[in-house]
């Protein structure tokens, strides 16, 4: 398909997007594989490290204190995208903060704080879902599939 956009591009454009991409600094992939790796583990040794305080202090098991872990962590990823801790975070870690909990939590605080100027219900409530919304309709109709697809197995004695 590029090879066919190429086509179409006049020589004078075409040879702008050779010197352009001549001109384009190298990205330095491997360490940002690191940065995106550490980072990453990072967050989700502050999960297991909450989870742990959750399991020692309080009266949860390990089935229970997932949950109030996860509220732990949306709630610090909204409070630190509400200071402007985050971003700079995630610019410097990349994927490494987009992929946990934290990143969706980011992402749907970003939209809110960047539409608040518009009111509550068109700018925050409206725009707030408009990333968000596409993981949330994509993770539940995947998971109806899946439940569909294991009570068929479990009713054909599969499971």
């Keep these: 398909m590029a090879n066919e956009k190429k086509k179409n591009l006049t020589p ?11 001109r384009e600094p190298e990205r330095p992939v491997v360490q ?19 989870q742990t305080f959750f399991l020692h202090f309080f009266d949860f098991n390990e089935q229970t204190a997932g949950n109030p872990t996860v509220a732990v962590l949306i709630i610090l990823s909204i409070l630190l ?3 402007g801790v985050y971003d700079r975070f995630a610019q410097y870690a990349g994927a490494g903060t987009a992929v946990p909990v934290t990143g ?3 992402a749907m605080a970003s939209a809110a704080i960047e539409h608040r100027t518009e009111g509550y219900v068109l700018g925050v409530g409206g725009n707030m879902f408009k990333l968000g ?11 109806f599939f899946i439940a569909l697809i294991r009570t068929i197995l479990i009713q054909w004695g599969g499971l």
Excluded: D, H, P
Excluded at 12 to 22: D, H, I, P, S, W
Excluded at 133 to 143: E, L, M, N, R
């Design 12 to 22: 004078v454009q075409q040879e702008y997007q050779t010197l352009a991409k001549g």
């Design 32 to 50: 940002n594989c690191i940065r995106a790796f550490w980072v990453g583990g990072l967050i989700c040794f502050v999960g297991q490290a909450i």
């Design 81 to 83: 995208t509400g200071f």
């Design 104 to 106: 969706f939590a980011n």
């Design 133 to 143: 919304g596409s993981v949330i309709v994509f993770g539940s109709v995947a998971a």
